[in-house]
T-cell receptor
Framework: AAGVIQSPRHLIKEKRETATLKCYPIPRHDTVYWYQQGPGQDPQFLISFYEKMQSDKGSIPDRFSAQQFSDYHSELNMSSLELGDSALYFC?????????????FGSGTQLSVL | QKEVEQDPGPLSVPEGAIVSLNCTYSNSAFQYFMWYRQYSRKGPELLMYTYSSGNKEDGRFTAQVDKSSKYISLFIRDSQPSDSATYLCAMSAGRSNYKLTFGKGTLLTVNP
């Protein structure tokens, strides 16, 4: 079965650079969530989108922005990168219309800021 | 105080042992309770999902939720080396696929 696809798998950037992370949800899924997991930390909710509109916002810095496109894929844009942004960034998708639909995670993008 | 507390371990057990993993939480609005398994540098994989209080069994895994005590557990019977991973509890107040609040995860090693 198709899963959530994230790209790139690894990304190395320097401070103050920008980064773009991409997420392709499971086919038919209309909701995308972004989570950030620091080393040894639990995943923290950043932001979510439903039908291309932002549906909820968590602890996402103002330097970050995200959007969901017409094909339901999503991109997380990160500017003025800081060392503390180094983390594993997960995307998850679900089907909003089914309240029992579970959340499925991608393998993540490992961002290292040097 | 974090909304969800989970002992990070590490927990090391011999193959075949029964493993008990637990989380406590403070937010009484949580209705959906999940256990995820995460291998190193991989995305969390949903193992068990429970709505409200009660038990749920799936193969070697049993999830228990006690909302009165704000306490959830995951039991793994006949543990295998392939069960070695980090186990994260997660909860949500809204729909099961609403934004999740995770525990810090417990690192489990099952020794052959």
């Amino acid at each position: 079965a198709a899963g959530v696809i994230q790209s790139p798998r690894h990304l190395i950037k320097e401070k103050r650079e920008t980064a773009t992370l991409k997420c392709y949800p499971i086919p038919r899924h209309d909701t995308v969530y972004w989570y950030q997991q620091g080393p040894g930390q639990d995943p923290q909710f950043l932001i979510s989108f439903y039908e291309k509109m932002q549906s909820d916002k968590g602890s996402i810095p103002d330097r970050f922005s995200a959007q969901q496109f017409s094909d339901y894929h999503s991109e997380l844009n990160m500017s003025s990168l800081e060392l503390g942004d180094s983390a594993l960034y997960f995307c998850a998708s679900s089907l909003a219309v089914d309240p029992n639909e579970k959340l499925f995670f991608g393998s993540g993008t490992q961002l290292s800021v040097l | 105080q974090k909304e969800v507390e989970q002992d990070p371990g590490p927990l090391s057990v011999p193959e075949g042992a029964i493993v008990s993993l637990n989380c406590t939480y403070s937010n009484s609005a949580f209705q959906y309770f999940m256990w995820y398994r995460q291998y190193s540098r991989k995305g969390p994989e949903l193992l068990m999902y429970t709505y409200s209080s009660g038990n749920k069994e799936d193969g070697r895994f049993t999830a228990q939720v006690d909302k009165s005590s704000k306490y959830i557990s995951l039991f793994i019977r006949d543990s295998q080396p392939s069960d070695s991973a980090t186990y994260l509890c997660a909860m949500s107040a809204g729909r099961s696929n609403y934004k999740l609040t995770f525990g810090k995860g417990t690192l489990l090693t099952v020794n052959p």
